[in-house]
């Protein structure tokens, strides 16, 4: 079963958690993209629920902000 994702007057609340496949939507990449990060430590904070993984926007937006540059070559030699 499909469920939609959370509507806009929800997305403004930073405690709506999200699945695997909403937050690689908000993020605009792919699931695998997702999956990969988790697994080697380089994604956003995620929350487990028995074996189902969630996050939180606040933690979607912590990350995709933490990742902002000014120009390509500040990432030079960054490890993240």
């Known amino acids: ?9 929800d997305a403004n609340e930073d405690y709506v958690i999200l699945n695997v496949e909403e937050a690689a939507e908000f993020l605009r990449v792919t699931r695998s993209t ?5 697994c080697v430590g380089r994604g956003p904070v995620y929350r487990k629920h ?4 969630f996050y ?3 933690s979607l937006i912590k990350w995709s902000e ?4 000014s120009s390509t070559s500040s990432r030079i030699g960054q490890s993240r």
């Not at 079963?1 to 007057?9: I, N």
């Open 1 to 9: 079963m499909h469920k939609e994702p959370p509507s806009k007057a």
């Open 34 to 38: 997702l999956d990969h990060y988790r």
């Open 50 to 53: 028995g074996t189902r993984v």
């Open 56 to 58: 939180t926007r606040e």
């Open 66 to 69: 933490s990742r902002e540059f």
